[in-house]
């Protein structure tokens, strides 16, 4: 559910922030883990000031993403610079993620 999550708001940034015309969503998986990379043709941006890029009412933003992927002990790398798009991959564990690292269902419905 997070992957999922995750690989929308980075589409929905790309059409939305990057004015990307071309989007190429590639996931697989490993023996241990989820992957996915997400391509976009937009304007880009400098990865090394993520700080600066907020989070919104309607999605969680990339820091919130950064944060998400680590508290799965997973792995995300962004590769983007001004003018030439954005390539952002991530690793997510299959199991045991979410005990070893205190994360829990954010989808879960509570009774």
Request: aromatic share 6%; charged share 25%.
């Amino acid at each position: 559910m997070t992957l999922f999550r995750i690989v929308r708001e980075l589409a929905n940034n790309a059409v939305k922030h990057a004015r990307a015309q071309k989007l190429e969503i590639r996931l697989w998986e490993k023996d241990d883990a989820f992957c996915g990379q997400i391509s976009d043709d937009g304007i880009g941006f400098d990865p090394a000031n993520m700080s600066g890029i907020r989070t919104d009412s309607q999605g969680f933003g990339l820091v919130t993403i950064s944060s998400q992927v680590a508290q799965f002990g997973g792995d995300i790398e962004i590769d983007s610079e001004a003018g030439r798009g954005t390539i952002v991959r991530i690793r997510l564990p299959k199991q045991g993620g979410e005990a070893k690292y205190g994360a829990t269902d954010q989808g879960a419905a509570t009774r």
